[in-house]
């Protein structure tokens, strides 16, 4: 039950001016406090900015004050701010900011803020990353997904950036001036910053991995701007997905000075989304070039080969054909030596010696025989593996060349209107006539 009045009252707003006036007398001119940005917003007339400062641990509120910046100040310390960091004050920075504590009858106790150190904010920054990389360190995924082997084609890509963002139009603009291949990407769309940036991002990588087998890397781009626009890629969830997803991730985020956390643990880490690109396309010319040189290396090698196992069986053709002529001379000599030695011998020793004629003959035809069989079994392994390395068995898994007067696409230069190509297959060779070749950097070559 409520304890009774014992006749003493005070008005609402004299007891809001005993508060005030306690405050007033009772509190430091100015503080410098530790507090994060929870809200902020600027009144487009007055120029006035409305902020909310808070305190958490562990992802919960311990503390939280209204706080205001008139327009003078404001400008002034935004302006500097920005300056130093890069970056303008934005929600869920952490600041070291100096304010004055006021008590007002109606709106209640605020902050206003007189001043802002930006070099805290950036320690604070620095000091977070650290933090991260160590962590992911220490864990043994910093480097993981560097282990994954790269493709020496990629072709398959799941496209992981903003469809509305000026890298993505940059990185498509430079992948489709590259006429002479193709790529298959497939975009997964997701917010490039703030707080939607992480999920949507970790979410496109789960749906990636449905389909591992569809793809040979993920690629992950965004355009440059201001370094708290590029903090979601210094979280510890999104690079830890990163970092230990099984196909190799290439990232190209923000301007050449920036280097992020998914940076780091990114497979192959491209300064730009146009730089990712052409990274993709001078993996394609390299792979080209190298069956190119292959292609000229096998045929080259199988005609080398084949002369001088040619020349090497004319050679043991002749050898044979001569070696029993050599073998019945030499034994006829002995055999007449023999009869002048002897005279009139028996007509048995006659036929003795005949007898080893024939078996001398029959042996060197014997070894003949051999020799040829086991020279005819050499040429016939030779054969075999020139098979092994005939361009067409690369035809039969899928690659295709084409080709214009003898030449690959890319190294025939501009080809004219109405010119013809040709596209060789395995089982196909077809005939194209050229309508419209452009240059990079404008529409697609129609055939």
Sequence with gaps: MAKQSNGKQISLSALCATVKSIIEKNSEKNYWVLAEIGEIRVNPNSGHCYMELVEKENDRFKAKIRANAWAYTYRNINGWFQSITGSPLSQGMKVLANVSVNFHELYGISLTVNDIDPNYTLGERERSKRET?????????????????????????????????????????????????????????ASMQGDKAEPEIIQAL??????????????????????????????YNLAAHLAQFPLPVLTG???????????????????????????????????????????????????????????????????????????????????????????????????????QSEVL?????????????????????????????????LFKRGYTVSLFEGKSLHKAGKIPEGSQITTIGHDFKATSTVTKFETKNTEQKKI
């Design 133 to 189: 990389i160590e962590r992911l360190r220490n864990e043994g995924i910093l480097d993981l997904n560097k282990g994954v082997d790269l493709p020496p084609v990629i072709q398959r890509i799941a496209l992981i950036t903003s469809s509305t963002a000026a890298g993505y139009g940059d990185f498509m603009s430079h992948i489709e001036a590259a006429l002479s291949y193709s790529f298959d990407i497939t975009l997964f769309q």
């Design 253 to 355: 985020i923000g301007h050449e000075r920036d280097e992020t956390i998914c940076d780091l643990v990114a497979n192959t880490k491209l300064k730009t989304p146009t730089a990712t690109a052409d990274f993709l396309i001078r993996k394609a010319m390299e792979f080209e070039s190298a069956i190119e040189q292959l292609y000229a290396q096998v045929a080259q090698t199988a005609i080398t080969f084949t002369r001088y196992e040619n020349e090497k069986l004319s050679l043991l053709g002749q050898r044979m054909e001569s070696a029993p002529k050599s073998i019945l001379t030499t034994q006829g000599n002995q055999i007449n030596n023999l009869a002048l030695r002897i005279g009139k011998a028996s007509v048995s020793a006659l036929r003795n010696g005949a007898h």
């Design 361 to 393: 003959f029959g042996k060197a035809k014997e070894a003949s025989r051999r020799r040829l069989e086991a020279e005819n079994s050499k040429l016939s392994i030779f054969k075999k593996t020139v098979d092994l390395l005939n361009p067409e068995r």
């Design 206 to 235: 789960y749906d990636i991995y449905k389909n591992e087998t569809d793809f040979d890397a993920v690629v992950l781009i965004r355009g440059g701007g201001a370094q708290t626009d590029l903090e979601c890629f210094d979280n």
